[in-house]
């Protein structure tokens, strides 16, 4: 059927076209499932925003009401009582004696979440872009390559890493592990959304480019670069929210230099947290962290939604 | 891709050709990324290589061992004593998660996301509320969700009320249930939180179809949501599907799970995952065992790499193809 289809599409039929759809059983069942379908999607949904709901409620309440009950409505939404709690709780003491308050932590997320994405991306975007555009010796090598490291599965070289990241200096160094972030930037997702995006575009942008005396740096920064820019601005949002949300890099790689997310996770497992907090501070701990990236999906969510797509991996 | 050889002035009043600035130009964006991959890819790996075949002591210092480390990891997988079980408990989760992303989690985002992209009844909300974990965080999500659930919280105020014994979902054995329930938990959670992505990915996949292709189906009588699925919109889309199968298969011994937020270093055994396993072993810091790891990652990519280009053979040998339309 689909060949057919495609046969009858080169007819270049006229769009929009209304057909008539004859009442049969098959569709009488058809409308039935999709209405069951939906009603299962909107309690599924509904159900996504059982928690967050719970925490933002609990987060106004005192915890001898929220004993009494864990499901009622707060007694009075001016409560911030948890909040300020959950402000001044919310450090980290690391095993040497070092304490991190809040802004402190605030700004290691900051600086992990903006410089993180926007290196790694800015290397991705060059590297799809020199591979597609460009003929040099090992130009399909490295796309072939990357296709096979996407799929490919290199178990067990966590304590590899640790090892030679211990060895040259870069574990627990947030300078160092951001600079060495872009490894394998010609592979993955990334790549390929930009590399399917500059291969859609023409040469003919940069040969104007260098008939007017620029050269490759301004044809790619002129040219390409703003073409490109809101899948790049994408790919930088969702890596901000990824980063911002990040806590086993920091748990892992970054132990002293605790971000938000880890901070967190230690302020709820009390394991080495600085204060013992009940269960409605850190709820209210867990509202303040995720303001900025609610804020900022909203803000770019039209855009997230119409530029991510994946394609295949053809090697 | 680009003409012939010119030659173009720069500032310094040096004339040199078009294919020299374009190496140069070359060279100054691929050097740093594959220095950096040949150090923390290529060099990692080989080592993890060479680790494989040597044991670690306390200091760092490293002796040859042969193939102990293989026979040794074999002997683990398939043993249910010490710290073999927490392995062979791994593989078994491991195979079921997958198992179930594929025969369970992928079914439904297909069959979500078609229905949004036949914009049903407030399809752009649902498509909203479902990247709330991603927004909010999964992690924070996770945590929310052990609080949800652990004594005191409101699963336990409505077991409570409603006459109905609490357990905990997470150490099910410590109140005499199954330790199934432990898996189970871990995975609805998981196919719970899963559909962010894939309902952003797959309806963006399916609106690429040409709408020429739409019309011609109607045309041929494609008049129902199981004929147009099955036979214009998944085909279509197959290099999509395609690309995650084959990479859920490749992750499918690298995959945490969400053990961590829910237990940190300390899940059960019967509740592991290969990955939370691996990264438990190097957080704990336990530096005696990684020659043991780097030979059982060895044995796991010997048998998952072959698998995976089996199945990309495979999708693509008996996998729908398309010549128009779609991503392909």
Redesign the interface.
């Known amino acids: 059927m689909t060949r057919l289809a495609l046969g009858v599409a080169l007819k270049q039929k006229p769009r929009h076209t209304h057909y008539h759809r004859k009442i049969t059983p098959v569709v009488v069942l058809d409308e039935i499932v999709k209405w069951l379908i939906w009603v299962v999607m909107i309690v599924y949904s509904l159900s996504l925003l059982i928690l967050p709901i719970w925490m933002i409620l609990s987060s106004f309440r005192d915890i001898y009401s929220y004993n009494l009950n864990p499901f009622a409505w707060p007694e009075q939404w001016g409560y911030f009582d948890n909040y300020r709690v959950a402000y001044e709780n919310l450090k980290v003491r690391l095993t040497d004696g070092t304490t991190y308050n809040f802004f402190q932590l605030a700004l290691f997320s900051l600086i992990w979440s903006v410089m993180n994405p926007l290196i790694t991306n800015f290397f991705t975007l060059l590297m799809a872009y020199v591979i597609c555009k460009y003929k040099f010796p090992g130009r399909k090598f490295l796309y072939n390559f990357g296709i096979v490291l996407m799929i490919i599965p290199i178990i067990g070289s966590l304590p590899s890493a640790m090892m030679v990241k211990k060895a040259l200096g870069i574990y627990d160094n947030m300078f160092l592990m951001l600079l060495t972030s872009p490894v394998g930037c010609f592979s993955g997702f990334g790549f390929l959304l930009f590399y399917g995006a500059f291969k859609s575009m023409p040469w003919d942008y940069a040969e104007a480019v260098f008939v007017d005396g620029g050269g490759h740096w301004q044809a790619f920064l002129r040219c390409y670069f703003p073409m490109v820019l809101p899948i790049f601005m994408v790919q930088i949002v969702l890596g901000f929210i990824g980063s911002w949300n990040d806590y086993s890099t920091f748990m892992l790689w970054l132990p002293s230099t605790p971000n938000l997310a880890y901070g967190l996770y230690l302020f709820q497992e009390n394991a080495t947290g600085v204060a013992n907090s009940n269960v409605v501070e850190i709820l209210a701990g867990f509202s303040i962290v995720i303001i900025p990236t609610v804020i900022l999906y909203f803000a770019s969510h039209r855009l997230i939604n119409s530029n991510f797509m994946i394609g295949g991996i053809k090697g | ?3 012939a050889i010119r030659t ?3 500032r310094s009043g040096k004339r040199i050709s ?1 294919k020299a ?3 140069l ?2 060279l100054s ?2 050097w ?2 594959l220095v ?2 040949l ?3 290529v ?3 080989f ?2 290589i060479l ?1 494989a075949f040597q044991s670690v002591n306390v200091d760092g210092s490293r002796q040859f061992v042969g193939f102990d480390n293989f026979v040794a990891f074999c002997k683990n997988a398939f043993s249910m004593q010490g710290s073999g079980t927490q392995l062979m408990y791994s593989f078994r989760n491991s195979l079921i998660k997958y198992a179930v992303s594929v025969v369970v989690c992928m079914p439904l985002y297909l ?2 996301s078609y ?1 949004i992209y ?1 914009k ?3 399809h752009e ?17 996770s ?3 052990v ?2 659930i652990q004594v ?3 699963l336990y ?2 077991m409570s009320k409603t006459g109905h014994e609490w357990f905990s979902l997470l150490y099910p054995t410590i109140n005499g249930k199954s330790p199934w329930i432990a898996l189970a938990t871990s995975i609805i959670y998981t196919i ?1 939180l899963s ?1 962010s992505t894939n309902l ?2 797959y309806p ?2 399916m609106n ?1 179809i ?4 739409r ?6 009588g ?6 147009d699925l099955r ?2 919109v998944l ?2 889309i ?3 599907i ?3 199968l ?2 859920g ?6 995959d ?1 799970g969400p053990l ?2 829910f237990y ?1 270093l300390s899940a059960p055994d019967y509740a592991s995952y ?1 990955g939370y396993y ?2 438990v ?3 704990t810091g336990n530096v005696s ?2 020659g043991l ?6 044995i ?2 010997a048998i ?2 072959p698998l ?2 089996l199945l ?1 053979w495979c999708c693509d040998k008996f996998g ?1 193809s ?7």
Request: a neutral charge; glycine letters at 8%; one cysteine or more.
């Open positions: 891709m680009q003409g173009k002035k720069i078009r600035s374009s190496n130009f070359v964006v691929v740093y990324p950096l991959f150090i923390f890819w060099g990692v790996n080592n993890s680790l069959i979500f229905q036949k049903c009844f407030l909300t649902i498509r909203a509320i479902s990247m709330v974990p991603s927004i909010i965080s999964g992690y924070v999500i945590l929310l969700f609080n949800f005191g919280g409101p105020y409505v719970w559909f952003l990915v963006n996949a690429s040409s709408p020429d292709i019309d011609a189906a109607k045309i041929d494609v008049n129902n949501g199981f004929t036979y214009i085909p279509l197959f290099p999509t395609e690309t995650f084959i990479t298969l490749s992750g499918i011994f690298m945490v961590i937020e940190y290969v691996y990264q072993q190097v957080l065992q990684y790891l780097a030979a059982g990652g060895l796991l990519t998952t790499a995976v280009f990309k729908p398309t010549d128009a339309g779609g991503d392909k």
